[in-house]
């Protein structure tokens, strides 16, 4: 508000609106701030990577795994979809170890497979390596599958605790 002073204009009181600005502009407690977590890549020297990518990524206590294809030794393993979703799991069991999690510490998978009918016997090589509590999962049939000319039928990926 302004207070007339003879021919000048004096400020006697700043404004209800600006007092409450001043106010908004006080220091943050440390209790509200949040610090941003740092992502921490995880790639398993005993596995190969098929480009330019980790493994895994770990940030705020989640590991999240890239997908994982049957490849041993570098080669795609021979066999039936079964064998090859034993060896994708086992592959992701290496990633999870190397970022100090396990198989029974995963959240969620997602299954990408080549052909819908091969569903049933993946679910079945599924229940017998994966503990229970089984996570949340999804399983879509894809178009094509990395390395599907060299006889690749699936491809699974995981979210998982630390």
């Not at 740092?38 to 590991?63: F, M, R």
């Not at 979809?81 to 969620?108: F, P, Y």
Request: aromatic fraction near 6%; charge should be positive.
């Amino acid at each position: 508000m302004l207070r007339a002073l003879g021919s000048r204009l004096l400020v006697a009181s700043r404004p209800a609106a600006y007092r409450s600005f001043q106010q908004s502009l006080r220091p943050v407690p440390r209790f509200f701030i949040h610090k941003m977590s740092t992502k921490t890549p995880i790639n398993s020297p005993k596995l190969s990577s098929a480009g330019p990518y980790n493994q895994a990524i770990k940030a705020n206590g989640v590991i999240y795994c890239s997908g994982q294809i049957p490849v041993a030794n570098g080669k795609v393993i021979e066999g039936t979809v079964g064998d090859q979703t034993r060896q994708c799991l086992l592959n992701l069991q290496e990633v999870l170890t190397e970022a100090g999690s396990s198989l029974n510490k995963i959240v969620k998978v997602n299954i990408f497979l080549a052909d819908m009918d091969d569903f049933a016997a993946v679910n079945k090589v599924y229940t017998e390596v994966l503990p229970d509590p089984k996570p949340a999962r999804s399983c879509v049939a894809v178009k094509t599958v990395p390395l599907s000319t060299q006889g690749v039928k699936i491809e699974i990926e995981c979210i998982a605790l630390e």
